[in-house]
T-cell receptor
């Protein structure tokens, strides 16, 4: 596709439910990143993928968060047993490779946990 | 102390004014410096990218890096209402992880 695509654009869920957020990177981009942006805050790094591999998962806030990437393409961020503090915009970005510092972002998924 | 500090604003200026946005950082390993612009309900988009100390100009935008002071700036000349957005500085070093500032919310008033 022309840009990074994220779905859904908005997700409202009840506390305790699981949610799945999807990211479609730019075709040919091998590096993929997930960030979280709380209201009025900067971007908080969560995890990155080089190909299908995530070498560093230390940015994930808790073990309720997990992510995977398949086919060096689509990535899914899963949050289990959602809590109200998980409410935020979840942004995905991709770049040609890890050594390419220019990231292209999607429009994000606005997650609201009631 | 955060690795990257950025005044969140908000900053409101009249159309045509010169805008100065700034970030300071503590990690001397940072080598690449970027400014992203984020419109409401959109993802950040790369605006300026610099590597070395000095100035880089692109149209009405000038990015300035002072590695000795660990200080970067973005200047916007002849500001327009369409420049109203949140501006985030970002930088990266050896850890291959882009670190963002908090973002400055800018409004240009017609």
């Amino acid at each position: 596709g022309a840009g990074v695509s994220q779905s859904p654009s908005n997700k409202v869920t009840e506390k305790g439910k699981d949610v799945e957020l999807r990211c479609d990177p730019i075709s040919g981009h091998t590096a993929l990143y997930w960030y979280r942006q709380r209201l009025g805050q900067g971007l908080e790094f969560l995890i990155y993928f080089q190909g299908n591999s995530a070498p560093d998962k230390s940015g994930l806030p808790s073990d309720r968060f997990s992510a995977e990437r398949t086919g060096e393409s689509v990535s899914t961020l899963t949050i289990q047993r959602t809590q109200q503090e998980d409410s935020a915009v979840y942004l995905c970005a991709s770049s040609l490779s890890l050594v390419d510092e220019k990231l292209f972002f999607g429009s994000g998924t606005q997650l609201s946990v009631l | 102390q955060k690795e990257v500090e950025q005044d969140p604003g908000p900053l409101s200026v009249p159309e045509g004014a010169i805008v100065s946005l700034n970030c300071t950082y503590s990690n001397s390993a940072f080598q690449y410096f970027m400014w992203y612009r984020q419109y409401s309900r959109k993802g950040p988009e790369l605006l300026m990218y610099t590597y070395s100390s000095g100035n880089k100009e692109d149209g009405r935008f000038t990015a300035q890096v002072d590695k000795s002071s660990k200080y970067i700036s973005l200047f916007i000349r002849d500001s327009q209402p369409s420049d109203s957005a949140t501006y985030l500085c970002a930088m990266i070093g050896g850890a291959q992880k882009l670190v963002f500032g908090q973002g400055t919310r800018l409004t240009i008033n017609p």
